[in-house]
């Protein structure tokens, strides 16, 4: 809205996992539906006797549209539409929901019909569905808005994505508290907003040192003091730990932290791939190795295929290691590979 305050003038939202009468998404465009400027507001709630509500049903049963039967089979559904000039006050106490013809999943050809009509989906999915959620709304081509765990970056149906900059990351995309419908705090770290509205912020560069500005003046341990970063050995990249040890001058490829991504600007560098799901790209594959982990147990494993490596010249102290053809190794974690904008 900051970067555009017209952006949803004129359009039709749908919410689709959104009970109208408890969602604070639905009440959120409900309340800001004149300031927006919304031509339509849908909000669609799913229904199934296997996952019961998380909610109390208090305040359905006490509509007089209420019905046992459909309350546990049948999906709700409420419509905000701007008529003549304004929209009428909305009266948050008598909702003018009606029970959706089937249980209101997206997938459903009822609920279809609503993403094909709307211009923005909106909403908190569930994150167990996310990549089937996403799916779904690429495919109606549409613009979205939606929370999803931090982990869904790494996805194969996501990371592409992200890559190509069809999808991105929204503002506010760090470790975060939401508000539950019971007006309760609830902290979610883990979760970031996913969308492919423009907003701004995403062009905006990382400001960052030199690479020997960053060896002589780091404030991580694992940097400052340094000769140079270390550089794997299952890839030609140099590992960056942190997003802010991102050295401005150097052309070749970096391995930095995903949550780099809430920082990724397109015009400052490209993004190249991912070390977790590597799509084909280590260039070195290891034997059986032996894991030697922090209290000095061993096991053999194949897990070092997994991720970067970094060779260690000497036997690493405090952390999990691999010996393999009497070299040392260790694993950084997931890391997103980038370079430079050429
Ligand atoms: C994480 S909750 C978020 C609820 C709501 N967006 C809010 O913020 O209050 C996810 C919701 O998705 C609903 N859901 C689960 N499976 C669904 C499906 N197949 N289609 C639509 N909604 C579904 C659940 O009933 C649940 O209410």
Known sequence: MEYNPDVFRDKTILLPCDDPEWSNFTKY???NFEYFGLKKLISTCYASEETPQAHPITFESNAPQFDAEKSVTNGKILVLERKAKSLKRINFKNLPWKYLEGNGDFCSQEICKLRD????????????????????????????????????????????????????????????EYLTPTGENQKMGNTCWFTNIEHGRRHQPLPLMPMADNLKFSRHKEIKGKD???HYDNYDAIEVPYTD??????????????????????????????????????????????????????????????????????????ETYYIVDNNYYTQVYARILIRKKQ
């Open 29 to 31: 465009f409900a309340l």
């Open 117 to 176: 009509e709307a211009d923005f989906i909106i909403t908190n999915p569930p994150f167990s569905l996310f990549r089937k959620f996403l799916t779904w709304i690429l495919e109606g081509k549409k613009q979205f808005l939606t929370l999803g765990s931090m982990n869904a970056i790494s996805y194969i149906e996501v990371f592409p994505l992200i890559k190509d900059n069809i999808i991105w990351l929204g503002v506010e995309s760090g470790a975060k």
């Open 228 to 230: 140079n970063y270390d």
């Open 245 to 318: 040890a991102i050295p401005s001058d150097y052309d070749g490829v970096m391995g930095v932290p995903i949550s780099f991504i809430d920082k990724y600007c397109p015009e400052q560098f490209d993004i190249i791939g991912i070390t977790k799901t590597w799509f084909g790209m280590a260039n070195k594959t290891y034997p059986e190795q032996i894991q030697v982990d922090k209290n000095g147990e061993e096991s053999r494993v194949t897990k070092l295929n997994d991720g970067a490596t970094i060779r260690r010249e000497t036997i690493p102290i405090g």
